[in-house]
Nanobody, 123 residues
Framework: QVQLLESGGGLVQPGGSLRLSCATSGRSVIGTLVGWFRQSPGKEREFVCAINWNGIATYYTESVKGRFTVSREIAKNTVFLQMNSLKPDDTAVYFC????????????????WGQGTQVTVSS
């Protein structure tokens, strides 16, 4: 059974940066992709970005292009989300999840989820 654990969230001022981590444990995740989603109060969970199993291919939603970077360290079974130039609209709980479909922005294609980490962008 694969488990995902997010970390790195917190409170940051507008324009600041945070680096989220998604550590995977359990069976091999080779062949899977990791997606990041976020959910704000009263809103639906939305796709942020994804990275394929070997870290070569990435995909971003338009609103974070140029500000967020997803990367993968296979040896450590960890995926990172570097978030720069953060805005108040980026405030949300951020989740990582696993899927075998590439590329997919549909959360229904992701079958294993972490518990989420809170990111708050506020002055």
């Amino acid at each position: 059974q694969v488990q995902l654990l997010e970390s790195g969230g917190g409170l940051v001022q507008p324009g600041g940066s945070l680096r989220l981590s998604c550590a995977t444990s359990g069976r091999s995740v080779i062949g899977t992709l990791v997606g990041w989603f976020r959910q704000s109060p009263g809103k639906e969970r939305e796709f942020v970005c994804a990275i394929n199993w070997n870290g070569i291919a990435t995909y971003y939603t338009e609103s974070v292009k140029g500000r967020f970077t997803v990367s993968r360290e296979i040896a450590k079974n960890t995926v990172f989300l570097q978030m720069n130039s953060l805005k108040p609209d980026d405030t949300a709980v951020y989740f990582c999840a696993l899927s075998s479909k590439w590329p997919s922005t549909n959360l229904n294609d992701y079958n294993i989820w972490g518990q989420g980490t809170q990111v708050t962008v506020s002055s």
